[in-house]
């Protein structure tokens, strides 16, 4: 039994082998640069008044396309693995009809569903295992100059590092079985199972990793760093911003002296102009910022701190390790009352 999984199963897994050595080739022939170039440019501007936040920006400008092309290759992995590792793995055989011979052999069908899941299964989160290793120390870097633009608990960083890749694998590859046995044809159970792991990929960060622990709530002074411009007639535009630079800030609103919410900061005609006398920018920020504290503006922010990555991590993994085991076991019982 074994060996014939593995007969059937060779080409693909030739395939995946193929477009991973390849992948992994690339990151290790840029890699080396990268993380030189990192070191160098940190090493330049330590100790400078200014500090690293220039070079930060300037590095993550000049990669940010390889940095968001090489997340979104490892990104679309296991829902590659559900399309065309997991939908035909039963599909096919039920399509083409040789599932009679294999059900009418010595071997018993619970065996036979259960060799090809965990030979096929423990592949799936081996490869997805690989490249999340890969990406991981190629970005890091990169992750580094990134914490406040993407921080590690939100969207695609957090979806392609650590270990949520190899669960997300083992759910798409025991979500396509399922499906492919109960649609019995393999081209729209591959359909299916795209459509269906698509939406809980944009479920998970939207309603379940916001709620995996209590977000805290901060109310902060305004200043330089959450004040992002002063438009026409004093208008503040304002963003975000927490002490925890890595944050992932579910929400924020500015509110005044009497805990109503604002839309923008309009700040006296008279404070502006005594605000502009110096003709110096920063000078001129300052006292923008000095005038709305005084006035009782706040910002209140909704976040999770940037600890929490690794429960999340753990906490998601699990969820989708747990999904799999259940669906797995429901193919289980349909093999064996429903085939």
């Not at 792991?197 to 709530?217: D, G, H, S, T």
């Not at 924020?252 to 109503?260: A, I, L, M, N, P």
């Not at 000095?290 to 940037?306: M, V």
Request: charged share 15%.
């Amino acid at each position: 039994m074994i060996w014939l999984t593995l007969r059937q199963f060779r080409g693909s897994a030739l395939m995946m082998a193929g477009v991973l050595t390849a992948f992994a080739a690339a990151l290790a022939f840029t890699g080396p640069g990268l993380a030189d170039d990192y070191a160098q440019g940190i090493a330049a501007c330590t100790g400078q008044e200014a500090g690293c936040t220039r070079f930060l920006d300037r590095f993550l400008d000049s990669h940010q396309s390889a940095f968001l092309g090489v997340s979104g290759l490892l990104l679309l992995l296991p829902g590659l693995i559900g399309l065309f590792w997991g939908a035909p793995l039963v599909a096919r055989e039920l399509e083409t009809g040789t599932i009679r011979m294999a059900l009418t052999q010595s071997v018993r069908r619970t065996r036979w569903f259960a060799v090809k899941i965990a030979l096929v299964g423990l592949a799936t989160m081996v490869a997805a295992g690989i490249g999340t290793l890969a990406v991981t120390w190629w970005a890091s870097p990169l992750d580094k100059s990134a914490v406040s633009s993407y921080p590690r608990l939100e969207a695609i960083v957090f979806a392609t590092r650590g270990i949520v890749p190899v669960g997300y694998a083992a759910f798409a590859f025991a979500l396509g079985v399922t499906v492919g046995m109960l649609v019995r044809r393999a081209l729209p159970a591959m359909a299916i199972t795209l459509a269906a792991f698509a939406l809980v990929q944009i479920a998970m960060p939207v309603f379940v990793r916001p709620n995996l622990a209590e977000p805290v709530k901060a109310t902060a002074a305004f200043s330089t760093a959450n004040i992002d411009g002063v438009g026409e007639g004093g208008l503040l535009h304002v963003q975000a911003s927490v002490a925890d630079a890595g944050a992932w800030i579910l929400s924020s609103r500015t509110v005044d002296k009497d805990g109503r919410t604002v839309a923008v900061i309009d700040l006296p005609d008279a404070d502006m102009a005594k605000c502009d006398a110096p003709r110096q920018p920063a000078k001129a920020m300052q006292c923008v910022t000095d005038t709305a504290n005084r006035l009782g503006y706040r910002q209140e922010a909704t976040y999770h701190p940037s600890s929490r990555y690794w429960p999340f991590q753990w906490a998601e993994t699990g969820i989708y390790l747990a999904l799999a085991l259940g669906l797995t076991g429901f193919s289980f019982w349909w093999a064996k009352r429903r085939l």
